[in-house]
C-alpha cells in the first residue's frame, strides 16, 4: 500500500483520506458499539462474505470468457453451436 502524506506531513490512507488519529476513533466507536467478544464473530463473518464474493466473481468471468470463446468459434466456422 502506497502512503501518501498531507500537508501536514502526516501519513493518509489513500482511498479515505484517513490518518491514524482517525482510524484510533473509528476502532474506539466500533468496539464500544459492537464489543470485544463480538468484533471477531463480525470479521470472521466479513472474511467469509468476501471469499464468497470472490467466488461467485470469478465464476462470472468464467461464464463470460465462455460465451466469448463461443461466439468467437460460431464466428470462426460460421455454423451455429447446437445446445445438448
Known amino acids: 500500500m502506497n502512503i501518501v502524506y498531507n500537508n501536514a506531513m502526516q501519513p493518509v490512507l489513500g482511498i479515505f483520506n484517513l490518518g491514524g488519529q482517525e482510524m484510533i476513533l473509528i476502532f474506539i466507536v466500533v468496539l464500544l458499539l459492537f464489543g470485544a467478544k463480538k468484533i471477531p464473530e463480525l470479521a470472521r ?40
Not at 47 to 57: C, D, H, I, L, T
Open 45 to 84: 463473518g466479513l472474511g467469509k462474505s468476501m471469499g464468497e464474493f470472490k467466488k461467485a466473481r470469478e465464476e462470472f468471468e468464467t461464464e463470460i470468457t465462455k460465451a466469448a470463446d463461443d461466439v468467437k468459434i460460431r464466428e470462426a466456422s460460421g455454423k451455429e453451436p447446437q445446445d445438448s
